[in-house]
């Protein structure tokens, strides 16, 4: 029988399963792939059902994961299976695996939940047998390649495991689409990661290099403690920060940073700086008014920004701020460059990355 995969699975944050089904569903009908999604709440996973032939295949080729808000990993799939004999669970699977391309590594993974965690040593256990098996039978390749088909097990729960397949050009490098960080000691907040994250995963390498260079100006409005000022400074960026609360000493002391105490929503620089970054906790509405003014007006060339979404509706929140944005940008006649990823470190919110497209391409040397 004919291999079709038309159960796409989709890892997310636990909690956000709801999001990860609206934005898949909307996304997937856009470039033509009809279904519906299941999922339960608190499981860090979403199965979307497609009606059509190989439906999940389609949808990796035609989304790029990275433009996903709400998905860290996905993966093409047969129908799950059930039922998992405890005492053969390589035979088992082998024993699904008709028409299966050889692929060039095995992942098994377990969702980032509560239920995730008590399978993740089980997953890991799991590989070294089954990659031996699976060469033995010649589904996969004698030596690991990375540009080969991952094959791709999703251990979701004790019994429902996906087996699927997912182009590595076409989904998340990092397993279970976790980019884990390292925290620097010198930091004064856990905070720091979530813009050393957002830097590693909205920016090229190119854009890296071009657009976090020392000697930049930045504003940090919400600075307190100075987690993200941290990092600005790290990269000798000359950094107003903007907050009534106060700064941590030894970052102080490095003699990069200015501390305005005042209210980043009134607050206006000097002059043009390169970066605006804000961790602001306050409305969504009013960040992304004060985030389009900045942007409009030409205050910044680059930001990130979280939004902090509310516990309901938090997609309409996110599709409606991004529609002020854009509206904005459209009014002002300014071509703009936008990404919107819930990342790892981040929580009750979301991080954006907005610049001018021409930056964009100029940087990424894009015609
Ligand atoms: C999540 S914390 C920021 C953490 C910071 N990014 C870090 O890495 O250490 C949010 C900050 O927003 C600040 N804040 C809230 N409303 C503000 C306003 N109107 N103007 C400036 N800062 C504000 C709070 O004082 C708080 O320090």
Known sequence: MAL????LLLLCRAGFERECAVEIQERAAVVGVYGFPRFKGESGYVEFVCQQANGAVQIMQRIDWRSLVFTRQWAACIAPLTDIPRN????????HLDGFPQCGEVWIEAADSEVGSGLQGLCRKLVPPLAAALRKAGVLTAKRDTHLERLYIGWMNESQVFIGLADPHLASP????????????????RSTLKLEEAWLFFLTEEARQAMLKPGMKAVDLGASPGGWTWQLANRYMKTTSVDNGPMDDALMAG?????????GFTYVPDRPVDWMVCDIADKPARVIDLMTKWITRGWCRYTVFNLKLPMQKRYTTYQQCLEVLQAGCAEAELNVHIEARHLYHDREEITLFVCRDE?????????
Do not use: I
């Not at 079709?4 to 159960?7: A, G």
């Not at 053969?88 to 024993?95: A, E, N």
């Not at 930056?359 to 015609?367: A, F, Q």
């Open 4 to 7: 079709e995969l038309n159960h």
């Open 88 to 95: 053969d669970r390589v035979g088992f699977f082998l024993q």
């Open 174 to 189: 990092w397993p279970q689409g976790v980019m884990r960080l390292k925290f620097p000691p010198a930091a004064p907040s």
């Open 255 to 263: 003699g990069m940073v200015t501390h305005v105490e005042g209210d």
């Open 359 to 367: 930056d964009w391409r100029r940087v990424n040397g894009l015609s």
